[in-house]
DNA sequence: TTTTCCATGTAACTCGTTACATGATTTC
DNA sequence: GAAATCATGTAACGAGTTACATGGAAAA
């Protein structure tokens, strides 16, 4: 239900079109969801004939008439359902990364640490794009905040592996 | 490819059924995949069809056959590219709880923090338990002082939130 | 004796993705 | 004039889940 509490919050902001609503999610909220066109298309179909959003086409000037969405009040209670419990609760996350590190004394111990200096490396890049996020408006800010600081617990959670892998 | 590599890894260890794999999944592992019994049945059987396993079957007393799964020197050859891909590179992380963060302005300031409060509490009873489980052989060890590091994590993080919100 | 565990599967379905289609408009 | 961007969709496909089916054995 995350991508419907965005989608309902987003809109609650101000009303909006389709393709507005995915670029936003594209480049802001990567992080937590991922939603490509047709999906959100869809959803906001879905969330259309639920009665949660109503939908107005718009044509300015020669380009292609675009679909506003704009949030009801049906719209506004689901919002505030979604997030009480989405705040509430822990979303599990699941760690693919962890499988290879069950397995990691298949390899030989020089070349499993190389390949967690790599991967490493890849933590640190991605923990220096997010520090170098401009500072978002209200709680959004929240998202890039909390990137980092998962980023940076990552990181050092690497490191004591690499350290417990040289100990030995 | 978690999947496989999970697969391939535990059959290279020393031979096994379905269920017993399913099952060891289900309750050493997973922190990092879910796999539904019906999936591991379909992924068994094509990396039968690919050549990574042999399937012979087997019959104890008057128990349900089993279909026990042996690594061929193809499936070592896969495990070990997928084990090297996977120990080199970071595993992306959706945060589906951040999406409630970024609305947390639009409800009263207090009830907010109660929610997260509960979050908070929920947290920390997945770390009371993580912290629990008892010592496993090798490197899987590595799997859940992984959990631990990122729930502790995760904890001050909800911490510094509640703390921000109140600030305010 | 009834439930739970062992052990394997099939069939239907849902969800989401990829690839494709369309067409105007701005940028290089 | 070509490429990227704006704007919306459809159709085909695939991966994975749920629910169901089977049947013996052990435990309660």
Chains 1, 2 share one sequence.
Not at 41 to 49: E, V
Not at 84 to 96: M, P, Q, T
Not at 109 to 123: C, D, F, S
């Amino acid at each position: 239900m995350e991508r419907e509490l965005l989608l309902l919050g987003l809109l609650r902001q101000h009303e909006m079109h389709g393709y507005e609503l995915h670029s936003f999610i594209e480049n802001a909220m990567s992080t937590c969801v991922d939603l490509k066109k047709p999906t959100a298309y869809l959803l906001l179909d879905n969330m259309a004939t639920l009665g949660w959003i109503t939908v107005t086409e718009q044509r300015a000037g020669n380009r292609p008439p675009r679909k506003v969405y704009r949030l009801t009040a049906g719209g506004e209670a689901e919002f505030q359902r979604l997030l009480r419990a989405n705040l509430a609760s822990v979303v599990a996350v699941k760690f693919g990364g962890d499988v290879g590190l069950a397995f990691v004394d298949a390899l030989p111990r020089a070349e499993a640490i190389g390949l967690l200096a790599q991967r490493r490396q890849a933590l640190q890049g991605q923990l220096a794009e997010s520090k170098a996020v401009p500072v978002h408006a209200g709680s959004f800010q929240f998202v890039i905040d909390h990137q980092v600081h998962y980023l940076a617990s990552e990181l050092a959670w690497v490191d004591k592996v690499i350290e417990q892998l040289c100990a030995t």
